[in-house]
């Protein structure tokens, strides 16, 4: 059973855009924070941007101005409209969210991942 699920990686060109989607399993339910996160070889995963349920913002400095995330409460979904893209964000991006998967605990739960890639 796969908690969540991303689509929306690829291959862009210096200064273009993307849009990545996660969409959490039905049997997913209160859940608190969503985010995304991206890491290349050899280096942590790092926080890109998370957002709250009540729709609270967080960014990464490096992406402030260029990235936009939302989501959808209702159908458990969460985007990052990616802009102005830079080489340096070339990563795999994963999608995080916190909640429940039917009677089990509060935690975390981590996506797949999808690659972007950047060329300059």
């Known amino acids: 059973q796969v908690a969540l699920v991303e689509s929306g990686g690829g291959l862009v060109q210096a200064g273009g855009s993307l849009r990545l989607s996660c969409v959490a399993s039905?049997?997913?339910?209160?859940?608190?924070?969503m985010g995304w996160y991206r890491q290349t070889p050899g280096k942590q995963r790092e926080m890109v941007a998370t957002?709250?349920?009540?729709?609270?913002?967080n960014y990464a400095d490096s992406v402030k101005g260029r990235f936009t995330i939302s989501r959808l409460n209702a159908k458990n979904t969460v985007y990052l409209q990616m802009e102005s893209l830079k080489p340096e964000d070339t990563a795999v991006y994963y999608c995080?969210?916190?909640?429940?998967?039917?009677?089990?605990?509060?935690?975390?739960?981590w996506g797949q991942g999808t690659q972007v890639t950047v060329s300059s």
């Open positions: 995080n969210a916190n909640g429940r998967v039917g009677g089990t605990s509060m935690r975390d739960y």
């Open positions: 039905q049997y997913m339910h209160s859940i608190n924070d």
């Open positions: 957002i709250t349920r009540g729709g609270t913002r």
